[in-house]
Nanobody
Framework: QVQLEESGGGLVQAGGSLRLSCAAS??????????WYWYRQAPGKRRELVAR???????NYADSVKGRFTITRDDAMNMAYLQMNDLKVDDTAVYYC?????WGQGTQVTVSS
């Protein structure tokens, strides 16, 4: 049974930084050929795609986070990361990772003004 576990969320002041991690476990297969995604969902809003990284390393970002967030991956460890800099109050949400159609349980990011 594949499991994804996010970590690294927390409370930070506007302008601060956080680094989210997502670890995949329970599979004997490598996720190296899979894309990784980070989504977020704020209260009362729909879940939105924040960033994705393809197996070749190319990336896409939502316009709202371009220049501030960076998605990376470590195929040897079956992990993905989301470096979030210059955080804004509007970045407050539960952040979820996704790969190979599996979802993590989410990690809360709260940005205070």
């Amino acid at each position: 049974q594949v499991q994804l576990e996010e970590s690294g969320g927390g409370l930070v002041q506007a302008g601060g930084s956080l680094r989210l991690s997502c670890a995949a476990s329970g599979s004997i297969f490598s996720f190296a050929t899979m894309s990784w995604y980070w989504y977020r969902q704020a209260p009362g809003k729909r879940r939105e795609l924040v960033a994705r990284i393809f197996s070749g390393g190319s990336t896409n970002y939502a316009d709202s986070v371009k220049g501030r967030f960076t998605i990376t991956r470590d195929d040897a460890m079956n992990m993905a990361y989301l470096q979030m800099n210059d955080l804004k109050v509007d970045d407050t949400a539960v952040y979820y990772c996704n790969t190979a159609s599996f979802w993590g349980q989410g990690t809360q990011v709260t940005v205070s003004s």
